[in-house]
T-cell receptor, first 114, second 112 residues
């Protein structure tokens, strides 16, 4: 595709609900990253995939957060039992090769937990 | 743990002024450093990427320098325009891993 796309762009959830955020990387990009950006802050790393393998999930803040990329293309970030502190913009990025390549970012999903 | 700091947090300048944004990082074992632009409600647009072996990169009115040994980078914007108004983020990628570590950004306003 022309760029990284994410859906939905906006999501409002009641506390305790589960949410799923989708990322479509640039076609052919091997690496995929998820970042969390709180209001007024810089993005913070959550997790990294190379093809379908999740090679680094050290940034996931709790076991309520789960990410998958089963066919090495589209990725889903799932948050279970959402809390107010989960409110943030979730950014997805992809890169052509391994992680030492330039990362291209999507527009993000703004999650608001009430 | 790598920490990235950006100064100033906010900057307001009149149109036409040249300006410098600063970024510092604590661990010099980096693979590259990137400068991004973020418009309100939008994702990140990559402006310049400097490999650790490079000293600077230029694109149009933008010039970014890197001094890895001192843990500093600057983004120079020449002849600023109102359309340059945005938040500018710097991020480093360490040799040890995949993640980008970001600063908190500089919010730039260029007044017509």
């Amino acid at each position: 595709g022309a760029g990284v796309s994410q859906s939905p762009r906006y999501k409002v959830a009641k506390r305790g609900q589960d949410v799923a955020l989708r990322c479509d990387p640039i076609s052919g990009h091997v690496s995929l990253f998820w970042y969390q950006q709180a209001l007024g802050q810089g993005p913070e790393f959550l997790t990294y995939f190379q093809n379908e393998a999740q090679l680094d999930k050290s940034g996931l803040p709790s076991d309520r957060f789960f990410a998958e990329r089963p066919e090495g293309s589209v990725s889903t970030l799932k948050i279970q039992r959402t809390q107010q502190e989960d409110s943030a913009v979730y950014l997805c990025a992809s890169s052509f090769g391994g992680f030492f390549n330039e990362q291209f970012f999507g527009p993000g999903t703004r999650l608001t937990v009430l | 743990k790598q920490e990235v700091t950006q100064i100033p947090a906010a900057l307001s300048v009149p149109e036409g002024e040249n300006l410098v944004l600063n970024c510092s990082f604590t661990d010099s074992a980096i693979y590259n450093l990137q400068w991004f632009r973020q418009d309100p409600g939008k994702g990140l647009t990559s402006l310049l990427l400097i490999q650790s072996s490079q000293r600077e990169q230029t694109s149009g009115r933008l010039n970014a320098s890197l001094d890895k040994s001192s843990g500093r980078s600057t983004l120079y914007i020449a002849a600023s325009q109102p359309g340059d108004s945005a938040t500018y983020l710097c991020a480093v990628q360490e040799t040890s891993g995949s993640r980008l570590t970001f600063g908190e950004g500089t919010q730039l306003t260029v007044n017509p």
